[in-house]
């Protein structure tokens, strides 16, 4: 018999569903909120009800795409954090009823393993593209930038962090700067085709270690823009494809800066990338080229699974159930919760 998990993702503002048969994926719903753009970033309140409202008809879609009935369902896989905890609350109790109803085991899982494990998801039963254990991924997301030694499915240790902001941040807050729309990063990447990279010096961290910063990038934007525009009131407006240009290529930059020190150091051949970042063109272009010059096994995942999925929350749960490790009727979600 197949093992049918249904995943549930719902730690930020996008409320998600999907089925993963035996870890090939059947369906991936995705609800998005447009209602948080006018407002320039995630509005909690607002998130929690709209998982509200979206959670139900997700989770039909999904099931009924996967060609299944609820009855079919082994097993239901949500977000037990990190995220907002309003948003976390709406998964977990749906997942808690849906167990209950159901008489099937639930799975917690960690948002940040799920982004790791999104590539191990298969298209189809014969999908042997999955990585090679241990390889390094580079997790960079809205609310993290790690660098993580993945050694098994479920063993995954933290080697580098940021110490202020992450990476999806620093493009979004920047964005905010321009007056660009919330999230800024899908934007900024597209605008940056027409600009140069090198045309303006932005300030990059000085830290030991493996450790990330984008706070001190963030300041110097906000200061270049802020000097010029005293002498140009039009700045932002005349050199746009510049400025995210050359944002875009100082985070990337500084992401590979410490990617570089991890692979020298511990001699890893396979490395993957991972969370909404890892939508970004340049960066996906640039992580090919270091691949083929030091040689390396690079492992770059569909647009479907960069950004918050609930298929690579089932695709965890499928680990996870594998190994019996359930959780009970009394978990509760977390706003911070490390890998
Ligand atoms: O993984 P994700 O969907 O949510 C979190 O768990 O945070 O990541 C969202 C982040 C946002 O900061 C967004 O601006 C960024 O990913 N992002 C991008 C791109 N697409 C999404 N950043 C740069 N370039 C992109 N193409
Ligand atoms: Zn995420």
Redesign the pocket.
């Known amino acids: 018999m197949s093992i049918n998990i249904l995943g549930i993702e719902s730690s ?1 503002d996008d409320t998600s569903a999907s089925v993963i048969s035996d870890g090939v994926i059947k369906s991936n719903f995705i609800a998005n909120q447009e209602v948080h753009k006018r407002y320039g970033g995630v509005v909690p309140e607002l998130a929690s009800r709209a998982h509200q409202q979206n959670i139900i008809p997700v989770v039909d879609a999904a099931i009924k795409q996967a060609g299944l009935s609820v009855d079919d369902i082994t097993a239901v896989a949500f977000t037990r954090g990190p995220g907002l905890l309003g948003s976390l609350l709406v998964g977990s109790s749906f997942a808690k009823g849906f167990s209950l109803a159901q008489n099937i085991p639930m799975v917690e899982v960690n948002h940040l393993k799920g ?1 790791v494990l999104a590539h191990f998801i298969k298209e189809d039963p014969d999908d042997t593209n999955q990585p090679k254990f241990p390889f390094l991924c580079l997790l960079v ?3 993290h930038s790690q660098l993580i030694v993945v050694k098994d499915h479920l063993e995954m240790e933290v080697v580098g962090s940021t110490i202020d902001d992450a990476a ?2 620093a ?2 807050k920047c964005a905010k700067v321009m007056n660009l729309p919330y ?4 934007l ?2 597209k605008l940056a085709k027409g600009g140069d990279p090198n045309k303006i010096k932005l300030s990059k961290p000085r830290i030991d270690g493996y450790n990330y910063s984008f706070s001190g990038l963030k300041t110097s934007f906000l200061y270049h823009i802020r000097d010029n525009i005293k002498k140009n009131p039009n700045y932002i407006e005349d050199k746009k494809a510049d400025l995210c240009a050359s944002l875009q290529s100082t985070i990337i930059a500084i992401l590979m800066d410490k990617l570089d020190k991890v692979v020298k150091d511990t001699g890893i051949k396979e490395v993957a990338v991972a ?3 890892s ?3 340049r960066l996906r272009q640039t992580l090919m080229d270091y691949a083929e010059q030091r040689q390396l096994k690079m492992h770059i995942p569909p647009f479907a699974y960069t ?2 999925n609930a298929a690579m929350i089932a695709i965890t749960g499928h680990y996870q159930y594998l190994k019996g490790d359930f959780a009970s009727q009394d978990i509760t979600p977390l706003a911070r919760f490390g890998i």
């Open positions: 930020c982004h997301s809205g609310g999806g941040e493009f979004d999230p800024g990063g899908p900024i990447d969370g909404g970042v939508a970004n063109s950004t918050d």
